[in-house]
């Protein structure tokens, strides 16, 4: 979250410094403020940047989230022949489960030190944000307070969560083909915008072509203008719904909607229509 926090405050001044870079060496130089591209890159160093760290964030959310069941499994065996809890998390301890290693090894020292597994487990998963992780140290805990067989309900605790991450690695196998729909509608989209900047729109500006009986010229770069800024607009909603349909979150898709938006500055700037 902190790197995420940074990286987005980070980015946010420096698209302000390149905006007002810009503003001075317009002024300076006497260019034409143009307003497509100032904006498109002033998104592209904010979204890419808080959106990378936000992926490597998620990908340690889904992994810890992953291993609960690997953990609950073990603390099911090593429970299994009446071994005390607390023992069996400082057992677990000195296994490996990913990014959910730091959260078990953080209780198993408090327990080590004397503290009761209620209280050790009190704060367990919040580090991480997952309310499954979260949910699972909580299973724990009432479960060593009921003084039911733990074996047995872990066990059944940690198939539950297996399928849970099955039908959510389904879901996301499924968004994944939804995305790649997106990217090919984009496509078309932005071929046929190329098509429109390259032959059409040129013809009608060579022919004269003229709207409301005056300064046709003119109509025509406004219309040209305002493709381009669809263009821009779809590939950066492209990202964005990709990342809503993925797992419901806006952040997940600001990466790849600042690299959509930087894909359709530069073919704009290839083709020299900015």
Known sequence: MKQKFVALLGSYFAGLIFMVMYIILTISYGWTFNYLLVFSIFFIIILIPYGFFDNIEMKRFYEAERRVPDFLRDLAEYTTFGMPISHAIVRTSFSDYGPLSDEIKRVASLISWGLPVEQALSDFGKSIG?????????????????????????????????????????????????????????????????????DFLPQLTHGGFSIGGSGGGANIATIEQIFNIGMIVQGGGTGILSGVLRDGRISSGLMLSGIMIAVSIVILLLIGVV
Do not use: H, P, W
């Not at 979260?134 to 009921?146: C, L, M, T």
């Not at 297996?162 to 995305?179: A, G, I, V």
């Open 130 to 198: 997952s309310d499954n992780v979260i949910r699972a140290g909580k299973i724990i805990v009432k479960s060593s307070e009921s003084g039911s067989n733990i074996s047995d309900v872990m066990t059944m605790v940690s198939e539950f969560t297996s399928q849970m991450q099955l039908l959510r690695n389904q879901r996301f196998s499924e968004m994944k083909n939804y995305t790649m729909v997106m990217l090919i509608s984009f496509g078309v989209f932005l071929f046929v915008i190329l098509a429109l900047d390259l």
